[in-house]
């Protein structure tokens, strides 16, 4: 098959945490900027078909596509910088791979030959590539592999893209190696050595680097680039510094500037013009020069990595930016927080996220805290757990029933407010069957949600399995909690509003998933701007 679109692959060296996402989603916003139409995949050597089931401990965050696909977080950043929704074609693990080979082979699809990592194994993944460019949607396809060169997993990865470079031809296919060069402070000097050896390493593989994107904390001189150059087999110009920035969003930029686009772009056989960054670089100017500050508590389960909400806390950057204030956000730890501590630890705060999560650890701390901003008229934004927490607060508190709780938690609550769905119950397999991706939602007109979308129908993500539970609609909008969300399909409750309070939403779905640069998220704008409002009083 002959196809009209380019590959660019990306792939680490030296050490893990170099932030391959970013230069990816970085290179993809540049050539995006000068008109080319791109997306970005990324290959997870692990064997787990997704990171569905991973702890936020082990993977960070768990992104979700409009097609429910439970990704890499990796793939928040591709569709924050691109502002273009990705979908389970943008995200590959090994597990997935094996899977897909394992099935055709019980199919018979291999007509007796012997399954082998080479072809079978390499041919999949280059499928799994290629597929991108079926439709001819894209100009350009940018993967990065996961991990780092050398480890054992990733070597039919590395192996594939050999053979792609091989069969498609040197104007096809790029290969940029990202890797560190460090700084041995007792030396004063940085050090070229690791990368000399992590390029090795790829041509061991077969693979020789086209571009070498270098993190440093320290400028790279002039000699250091011939050498690195002279070294690893690339031109002058194609080894990029990338220092140690103060937000991800300078990376484009940095890149323009290193000529990262240029260099990779006439390799491809490509044009390339000035990119157009005008509006990205009036989101960068608004973040930077912020005209005040608010505090939001981000109360969660997971505080100490800073991965785990990252989706989250992108989506203050964005909203922030729109506002002009700066938002800090100060994660609390539920654990750690009661009756008797609740005033002083939310104090001085102007605003409140409860987080989304799973499990019973932490979940009175949310209940106490939700419990505080309702009373105190601090605005409130309650995320799937964390609006499901603020439905179990107002029916304890405000309806009087004693314990009521998430089946989740309690299996024999006798107020179940928070219930599986009855197709929920027959689930035995964990991976993939919670409520995932897209659905439809009807906004209640006149509510405060209706005038942030400023439209009735909106479509949002989900990830969950619990779910309000409708025998306690009546009585709890009787009393001043309102359901302004329902689903169009199904009819369950999506978002819950409290009538006399100045901003307190809770939400089935994650908003989070969704905020761009381009377009931040309306509900994390419009709580800023409540917050801002709070922080005046
Ligand atoms: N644990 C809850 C559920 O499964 C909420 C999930 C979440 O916050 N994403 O419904």
């Known amino acids: 098959m002959s196809y009209n679109t380019k590959f660019i692959f990306v792939t680490g060296g030296v050490s893990s945490s170099l932030g391959k996402g970013i230069v990816a989603a970085s290179l993809a916003k540049l050539l995006q900027a000068q008109g080319y139409r ?111 060169v050398g480890d054992i997993e990733s070597l039919p990865y590395i192996e594939s893209l050999r053979q792609m470079k091989w069969e498609m031809g040197e104007n096809n296919v790029v290969a940029i190696h990202l890797t560190l060069i460090p700084y041995l402070s007792a030396a004063k000097e940085l050090k070229t050595k690791p990368t ?42 194609c080894v990029i510094q990338s220092l140690d920035v103060k937000t991800i969003y300078d990376v484009p930029n940095h890149m323009l500037s290193e000529g990262l686009d240029k260099v990779v772009l006439k390799k491809l056989g490509l ?17 930077k020069h912020p005209k005040r500050a608010v505090r939001i508590a981000l109360i969660g389960k997971y505080i100490e990595l800073q991965d785990s909400y990252k989706s989250i806390l992108e989506s203050f950057i964005h909203s922030g930016a729109v506002n002009e204030v700066r938002v800090e956000v100060i994660p609390i730890h539920s654990e750690h927080i009661n009756k008797d501590n609740i005033a002083e630890k939310l104090e001085n705060f102007n605003g409140v996220l409860v987080a989304p999560g799973f499990g019973g650890r932490g979940i009175e701390g949310k209940i106490e805290s939700i419990k505080h901003v309702r009373l105190n008229n601090i605005p409130f934004f309650g995320i799937c757990l964390g ?25 024999k609550t006798k107020y179940p407010v928070i219930d599986i769905m009855d197709d929920q119950k027959k689930i035995i397999n964990k991976g993939g069957t919670m409520r995932l991706g897209s659905w439809e939602c009807k906004l209640k007109k006149n509510s405060l949600v209706s005038k942030i979308y400023n439209c009735d129908i909106i479509h949002e993500r989900h990830r969950h399995r619990y779910e309000f539970n409708s025998e306690y609609f009546k009585d709890i909008e009787e009393n001043g909690m309102f359901a302004t969300g329902i689903n169009s399909d199904t009819g369950l409750v999506e978002i819950i509003e409290l009538k006399n309070h100045p901003w307190f939403v809770g939400v089935q779905f994650h908003p989070e998933y969704k905020s761009t640069v381009l377009s931040p998220h309306p509900l994390f704008v419009s709580f800023i701007a409540a917050a801002t409002k709070h922080s005046n009083n």
């Not at 927490?389 to 299996?411: C, G, H, P, Q, Y």
């Open 38 to 148: 791109v997306t970005i995949q990324k290959l997870d050597p692990y064997i787990n078909i997704d990171p569905g089931t991973l702890n936020p401990y082990e993977h960070g965050e768990c992104y979700v596509t409009n097609d429910g696909a439970e990704t890499d977080l990796d793939l928040g950043h591709y569709e924050r910088f691109l502002n273009v929704a990705t979908s389970q074609a943008n995200n590959i693990t090994t597990g997935r791979i094996y899977q897909s080979v394992i099935n055709k082979e019980r199919k018979g699809e291999y007509l007796g030959k012997t399954v082998q990592v080479i072809p079978h194994i390499t041919d999949e993944i280059k499928e799994s590539i290629q597929y991108l460019a079926n439709n001819n949607e894209y100009d350009i396809i940018i993967t990065e592999i996961g991990g780092t």
């Open 196 to 237: 000399q050896h992590s390029v090795k390493t790829l041509m061991e593989s077969g693979v020789q680097a086209d571009v070498l994107v270098c993190r440093t904390e320290h400028e790279i001189s002039d000699s250091i680039r011939d050498k690195l150059a002279r070294f690893c087999n690339v031109d002058t110009d």
């Open 271 to 287: 044009k390339s013009s000035k990119p157009d960054l005008s509006s990205w670089n009036q989101f960068l100017n608004k973040y």
């Open 387 to 411: 609006m499901q927490m603020a439905v179990i607060e107002f029916s304890r508190n405000i309806l009087k029933l004693d314990d009521a709780n998430s089946t989740e938690m309690d299996l």
